[in-house]
């Protein structure tokens, strides 16, 4: 008896271990594919839907968006709804707008720190450079179709304010449908991305703005 | 060995040869008492001039409280690597740096907390301008577009990190607050990784590190090294870099002390095989008796004697100084020689000759004392102690040659009848003419002479330290070139006060001058209630209509109903605790660290200013502007130039009293003007030719150069007046050798320190080099020449 259940216990062990070992090598196949695909795309262009759930407002907030992004470092992030307010990055340059002020604000990403990381941020979750993202965060794939990935920050300042970041894949896998940014305080917000229209023709002047 | 006379001891000499090494010994042993309770500090400070009322004392003890003294700064730099490359490359070093030998303290600097807590202390800080902008912000449309901000940035990808501080400051309080530390943005910018700052530059950073390893420790010291080295392979390793233009440098006091206890353990070896060999070709030549031997026992028993007389004045001694006093100590054996020569003369009458030599040797002695106790007059506590050191142990080695020298020896050289006292040479033209000119051109060199202050060349400096000190002035040379205002009061509040009021003199008259303070912070006690009676007045009166606005905005903008409650409620709330330990333990803690020296509660408590180290600057606090504002401005340039001026003061103060004193005693001795000015010549000669050859050489002067002067006045003139004695007693051929054995022991025994790599060695052997070898031969071949002597002066 003693035996049987050692065996069947081992079995089970090594059940689980094969599955275990599958699943991360699934989890591996699949960073590496979409790794693969992200060096594909040269531009993208897309329009957003914001869900902000946040504590501070007494109902969700909704907000509307347009995100281009062009290879190698252009970028430019903006919010056409509630308010008109965004930014756009050419290398270390950029340019950051509000509808209420009159003119826009250069800034430099070395003098500006809080840019450079949410620059780097929106590209990291938006163009998928995987070895930059597992740099900062611990990845795991909780779905495969359609695929959904979780980013936990590994850096406790991050911590602070980001407990994790869901990330939904469209059926076909070649970009994202959604992205859900989750706070320590139970705050979270949605972007859910539509139109997307990858390495496309941008328009001229996408990444200059008067 | 044919011409060696002995002299066996009878009975009675060899008893009064036990008696006098028994006395010797209990002398000797009570000489080593004091060693017992004595403390040795090898701190640089004991060998700076304290400055008129202890002013560069004061100077350097402030300068050690710059915030990046005693501290391990580490550069990494690249020409092709980009900045976040080198963040990487920082933080993995700084992840390893965990032992107490190699540290990086946790200095993050969190800008939201900072804002936080200045809106927080905003009833300790608000001005009399600050009133009219809280007025600003509290309207009604103000209010309205401060909610709407709110709401954009909290909406935006910006707002993630931000909700806290948007929630607790719904008024915008933080664009009047946050103003309060804009000077810092004039201290270098800081890159912040994983909690770990590093200070950024041009293609480099810099991680600040620390270790528990006293910079003094020279064994442990290479521990660090090892470490360091251990840790910059690992991390190129890692991240694959080695082999690409990443350069990791690190400089840090214990670099330096390593080096120079390498450095100095080798030059030991070196000088002393050198001078062992040089001494026993002397002793070869010269001496070759079993009895000279006890001439070599002086400079121990000078040694002892100083450094036990030392340890009893001075319960805390100067390391230096006793490394340097035992060094000096070497022209003990000078007495010993003569004594030695006039026994050689006359070994059937021991007596007589003791009485001959014993009045040269006396004066020489007493010139030596009275050179050395110039010293004591110096601003420089180190070399008062050296004065000391040397006065003992010179008249200690003079007891010895008078006292245990005639016992001990029994053994002499022949005097060879045939040889000469003097060679008299015929071409007097020729050596006048050439004492002349190298007398003349030694006084225009000596014109050229410039002082060396900087305190770490006092050390050595390898060809690779200095490569990493060029590499620091270039990348972060800026940086550390700054002045800092120290403003001290008895307590805390009185050092608040004085940095208020320094602080706004900045800025009414240097308003264009990039300083850093802590002022406008970290008010007095009578500013914090000024601050706080405004802060209460005002919201007595707009509170109501503020909350009103609040709520009304808030509700339009889709706020829940008590988002801002609790930002509302501090702001009512009772002024919180805001001093200079509040802010140490606060998010801006690593500031208050580095403006806010430590200081024990007895001490005096002392706020910095930091502002550039530049003329406009050092030229603005003179002395009077300093008294105005009780405050103190420390530079770099201005400590050096203070020290250069002070030094030249000191020098020229004890020469001077070494000379007035030596002439004083030597005209007391012969009591005759031209015999006196004679037996000055070779110290005078030897002065000078030593200043002249540093000068055209083109070698600054330093402290070590200082000491050593006393040293050529004082055997210098020993050589003298055993010369002009010539001329009052009978010539004697045994007088010259001694004076000129005198000359190549001292030589011998430490002129060969030249060779040393350690600049304070070499200094010391090159001014002995050549202030001996200068006053020596005067000595022996120029006094001759002017000397009237009674017998044949001359084969």
């Known amino acids: ?210 | 060995m044919s011409n060696l006379k002995r002299h066996k001891p009878t009975a009675n000499n060899k008893k009064a040869q036990a008696i006098r090494i028994l006395i010797l010994s209990f002398f000797l042993l009570i000489c080593s008492i004091p060693l017992f309770s004595v403390s040795f500090s090898e701190d640089i400070s004991a060998m700076l001039p304290s400055g008129a009322n202890g002013e560069i004392s004061r100077d350097f003890a402030l300068l050690q409280k710059s915030p990046l003294t005693g501290k391990i700064l580490i550069s990494i730099s690249s020409k092709t690597l980009g900045e976040q490359k080198l963040g990487e490359v920082a933080e993995s070093m700084a992840v390893r740096m965990n032992t107490p030998i190699l540290s990086v303290e946790n200095n993050a600097v969190n800008p939201q907390e900072v804002i936080k807590f200045l809106i927080q202390q905003a009833p300790n800080l608000t001005t009399h301008d600050d009133l009219k902008k809280l007025h600003g912000i509290t309207t009604e449309q103000s209010i309205e577009q401060n909610l709407a901000e709110a709401k954009k940035l909290l909406i935006s990808p910006a707002g993630l990190g931000m909700r806290s501080l948007l929630a607790a400051d719904p008024l915008n309080l933080r664009s009047i607050y946050q103003h309060k530390i804009s000077s810092l943005q004039n201290l270098p910018r800081l890159k912040i990784d994983s909690g770990q700052y590093f200070i950024a530059g041009k293609n480099a950073l810099l991680i600040v590190a620390k270790s528990d390893i006293p910079m003094t420790d020279s064994r442990n010291g290479i521990k660090l090294l090892d470490r360091f080295k251990e840790i910059k392979q690992i991390t190129l390793a890692e991240n694959r870099l080695t082999g690409t233009d990443i350069s990791i440098v690190f400089l840090s006091g214990h670099r330096y002390t390593v080096a120079n206890s390498t450095v100095i353990k080798s030059d030991i070896l070196t000088v002393s095989i050198i001078s062992l060999c040089a001494l026993a070709l002397l002793f070869f030549f010269t001496l070759r008796s079993k009895g000279a031997l006890s001439i070599f026992l002086a400079p121990g028993v000078a040694i002892m004697t100083g450094l036990g007389t030392c340890a009893f004045i001075y319960p805390n001694m100067s390391a230096i100084v006793i490394g340097f006093g035992a060094v000096l100590m070497g022209i003990s054996i000078d007495f010993a020689v003569h004594t030695y020569f006039a026994m050689a003369e006359r070994p059937s009458d021991k007596t007589n000759a003791l009485r001959k030599v014993s009045k040269p040797v006396l004066f020489g002695a007493a010139t030596s004392c009275a050179s050395f106790a110039a010293l004591y007059i110096s601003g420089i506590p180190g070399i008062r102690q050296l004065s000391i050191f040397s006065i003992a142990g010179i008249i200690a080695a003079c007891a010895f040659a008078l006292f245990f020298i005639p016992a001990f020896c029994n053994s002499f050289l022949k005097a060879d009848k045939q040889q000469p006292a003097f060679k008299i040479n015929s071409n007097k033209k020729i050596i006048f003419g050439t004492t002349f000119i190298v007398f003349a051109v030694s006084i225009l060199g000596a014109v050229n002479n410039n002082f060396d202050t900087e305190l770490k060349k006092l050390g050595y400096i390898s060809p690779t330290i200095a490569a990493t000190e060029q590499h620091f002035q270039k990348k972060w040379g800026q940086m550390r070139s700054r002045s800092m205002l120290f403003a001290s009061g008895k307590t805390m509040d009185e050092a608040l006060q004085k940095n208020e009021k320094a602080w706004a003199d900045i800025q009414n008259n240097l308003s264009r001058v990039k300083a850093v303070s802590l002022a406008p912070i970290l008010p007095s006690k009578q500013r914090k209630l000024q601050s706080n009676a405004r802060w209460i007045d005002f919201w007595d009166k707009n509170r109501a209509g503020t909350e009103q606005q609040i709520a009304a905005q808030a509700e339009k903008l889709g706020f829940s109903a008590k988002a801002f409650a609790p930002a509302m409620a501090q702001i009512f709330a009772a002024p919180p605790q805001l001093s200079a330990e509040v802010l140490r333990s606060g998010p801006l803690a690593p500031l208050a660290k580095m403006f806010i020296p430590a200081s024990p509660e007895s001490d005096e408590k002392q706020i910095i200013t930091m502002l550039p180290d530049n003329k406009l600057v050092t030229d603005y606090y003179t002395p009077q502007k300093e008294k105005e504002l009780g405050v103190r401005l420390v530079a770099q340039s201005r400590f050096k130039s203070a020290l250069e001026l002070e030094m030249k003061r000191d020098i020229i103060k004890f020469i001077s009293c070494s000379g007035l004193l030596v002439t004083m005693l030597i005209l007391g001795l012969f009591r005759n003007l031209r015999r006196a000015a004679l037996a000055l010549f070779p110290a005078v000669f030897g002065v000078a030719v030593t200043f002249g050859l540093l000068g055209l050489l083109q070698i600054p002067l330093n402290i070590f150069h200082i000491v050593a002067l006393p040293l050529v006045i004082g055997l210098g003139a020993d050589y003298g007046i055993f010369m002009v004695f010539q001329e009052i007693r009978a010539l004697s051929p045994w007088t010259v050798k001694a004076v000129k054995i005198s000359g190549l022991t001292t030589l011998a025994g430490f002129g060969v320190l030249v060779f040393a790599k350690h600049p304070s060695l070499h200094s010391l052997g090159a001014t002995v080099s050549i202030g001996i070898t200068a006053a020596l031969c005067c000595a022996v071949y120029v006094l001759p020449q002017l000397l009237h002597f009674k017998e044949g002066g001359h084969a």
């Open chain 1, 1 to 210: 008896m003693a035996n049987l259940i050692k065996t069947v216990l081992l079995v089970f062990m090594l059940l689980m271990f094969s599955a275990g070992s599958a699943f991360a090598d699934k989890q591996s196949n699949f960073l590496e594919e979409l790794q693969n695909k992200s060096q594909s795309i040269i531009s993208i262009s897309c329009e957003f839907n914001q869900q902000s759930h946040i504590a501070l407002f007494a109902d969700v907030i909704e907000s509307k968006g347009k995100f281009r992004f062009a290879r190698p470092d252009n970028l430019r992030w903006e919010y056409t709804e509630p308010f008109v307010s965004g930014f756009l990055l050419k290398g270390q340059e950029g340019l950051k707008w509000d509808g209420a002020a009159k003119d826009s604000t250069r800034f430099n990403t070395e003098t500006s720190p809080e840019m450079a990381i949410i620059s780097e941020q929106i590209l990291a979750w938006t163009t998928m450079n995987i070895p930059w993202l597992q740099s900062l965060y611990d990845i795991k794939v909780t779905n495969c179709a359609p695929a959904v990935m979780e980013l936990t920050p590994k850096s406790g300042k991050t911590k602070q304010f980001l407990k994790l970041i869901r990330i939904f894949f469209t059926p076909e896998e070649t970009h994202l449908k959604s992205i859900e940014l989750h706070e320590p305080s139970g705050d979270y917000t949605k972007i859910i991305f539509f139109n997307v229209q990858l390495n496309q023709k941008l328009a001229q002047g996408t990444f200059l703005k008067e």
